[in-house]
């Protein structure tokens, strides 16, 4: 079975501060994919980033960046210098090489105050 | 804009009835996901069609069902409608078959209410 923990339910910050979203994946596959994905109050689901297993590779995308460390399945966000607009839900998933199922965290609500 | 589109945006039903959420993929993309998320439960995977075809089962109910036509656009049909089944329902779409590799990408959901 897989599971996936987000241990944050909300978050608050302020503007321009720097924030790290936790997640946690259980899996017993050894080729798998992480996502996360970002829920706006506007209620639809936007695709972050993904994954793969073998790629280890921290990345970074403007204010955003991901840690991916197998050694503690984890899979966090950072989002630097936040912004009012970064006030969301975030939710990081997991899929298994072979299964077109997404098992989601319950998410994490990122409120930021201006 | 994820390009996957929904409809209605909002539906508003009674206990009992039957309803139809309809779902459009992005452009070239050959699969259809519906996932379901409630307060309780979360995000949850319903159901995934691949070309027309049934690939994948989650937690969804008999009193659901869906299909994939022939271009592509699916619909979910809910019947016998409980005050539970008031969620708000995303379809997603990907080019491959849903072996986990393909990103899915999600539409703008369909907000149920049963009163």
């Known amino acids: 079975a897989q599971k996936v923990t987000q241990a944050q339910t909300e978050i608050s910050v302020v503007e321009k501060e720097d924030v790290t979203l936790d997640c946690v994946y259980e899996?017993?596959?050894?080729?798998?994919?992480l996502f996360w994905y970002k829920q706006p109050p506007s209620g639809e689901l936007v695709f972050l980033i993904r994954?793969?297993?073998?790629?280890?590779q921290n990345e970074i995308s403007g204010r955003y960046s991901w840690n991916f460390q197998k050694s503690t399945s984890s899979f966090n966000f950072t989002i630097t210098a936040s912004q009012v607009v970064d006030s969301a839900v975030y939710f990081c998933?997991?899929?298994?090489?072979?299964?077109?199922?997404?098992?989601f965290g319950k998410g994490t609500m990122l409120l930021v105050s201006p | 804009d994820s390009g996957v589109t929904q409809t209605p945006k909002h539906l508003i039903t009674a206990t009992g009835q039957r309803v139809t959420l309809r779902c459009s993929p992005r452009?070239?993309?050959?699969?259809v996901y519906w996932y379901q998320q409630s307060l309780d439960q979360g995000l949850q995977f319903l159901i995934h069609y691949y070309n027309g075809e049934e690939r994948a089962k989650g937690n969804i109910l008999e009193r659901f069902s869906a299909q994939q036509f022939p271009d592509l656009h699916s619909e979910l049909n809910l019947s016998s409608l409980e005050l539970g089944d008031s969620a708000l329902y995303f379809c997603?779409?990907?080019?491959?078959?849903?072996?986990?590799?393909?990103?899915?990408?999600f539409g703008p959901g369909t907000r149920l209410t049963v009163l």
């Open positions: 998933a997991l899929s298994n090489s072979g299964y077109s199922t997404l098992t």
């Open positions: 452009s070239g993309d050959l699969s």
């Open positions: 994954r793969n297993s073998f790629d280890e």
């Open positions: 899996t017993r596959d050894t080729t798998y994919y």
């Open positions: 997603a779409s990907s080019v491959g078959g849903g072996d986990g590799t393909d990103t899915q990408y």
